[in-house]
């Protein structure tokens, strides 16, 4: 009986803590000095000194300043031709003959393709071929170990 009681307590209180924005008195109404008039831009002030409802202009430009200096990280890539290993644990569920998944740690394969522009394949810019079992994958460059550089020609 006593759990019975708390259980109905603790859902009281859920339900309570869940409805209080919604029983709160609404906000008390505009007074007519705190309208615009028609054609006119007021400015109220707060306790900043500045206009309540005004953009912040200054800090916009000093942030776009500030983030002109900046160099964007290029995304690593890895070359075509590469040998390389999975390092880190990835199951793939579109390899034949594996309707569970394959865990593709330690297998090693070689990259056909890499995307050196993160809008063409956002998420996963490297394609590798294995050859047991022959699949083609997908991989981000942090899930890949480098193997063998290919010969420059």
């Given at each position: 009986?006593?759990?019975?009681?708390?259980?109905?307590?603790?859902?009281?209180a859920?339900?309570?803590?869940?409805l209080?924005?919604?029983?709160?008195?609404?906000p008390?109404?505009?007074?007519?000095?705190?309208?615009?008039?028609?054609?006119?831009?007021?400015?109220?002030?707060?306790t900043?000194?500045?206009a309540a409802?005004?953009p912040?202009?200054?800090?916009?430009?000093?942030?776009?300043?500030?983030?002109?200096?900046?160099?964007?990280?290029?995304p690593?890539?890895?070359a075509?031709?590469?040998?390389v290993?999975?390092?880190?644990?990835?199951?793939?569920?579109?390899?034949p003959?594996?309707?569970?998944?394959?865990?593709?740690?330690?297998l090693?394969?070689?990259?056909?393709k890499?995307?050196g522009?993160?809008?063409?394949?956002a998420?996963?810019?490297?394609?590798?071929e294995?050859?047991?079992?022959?699949?083609?994958?997908?991989?981000d460059?942090?899930?890949?170990?480098?193997v063998?550089?290919?010969?420059?020609t």
């Amino acid at each position: 009986m006593s759990r019975a009681i708390g259980l109905a307590l603790l859902c009281l209180a859920s339900a309570s803590a869940l409805l209080s924005p919604l029983l709160a008195p609404p906000p008390p109404p505009l007074s007519a000095q705190h309208l615009p008039r028609s054609g006119q831009h007021v400015g109220v002030r707060g306790t900043a000194g500045r206009a309540a409802h005004a953009p912040r202009r200054c800090s916009t430009v000093s942030a776009k300043l500030g983030l002109a200096g900046l160099k964007l990280d290029q995304p690593q890539t890895i070359a075509v031709g590469a040998r390389v290993r999975v390092s880190k644990r990835v199951v793939l569920r579109h390899v034949p003959k594996h309707k569970e998944g394959l865990d593709v740690q330690g297998l090693e394969g070689e990259v056909i393709k890499s995307y050196g522009r993160g809008d063409i394949s956002a998420n996963r810019p490297i394609k590798v071929e294995f050859q047991s079992p022959r699949f083609v994958g997908h991989f981000d460059v942090n899930e890949l170990s480098l193997v063998d550089q290919p010969e420059a020609t």
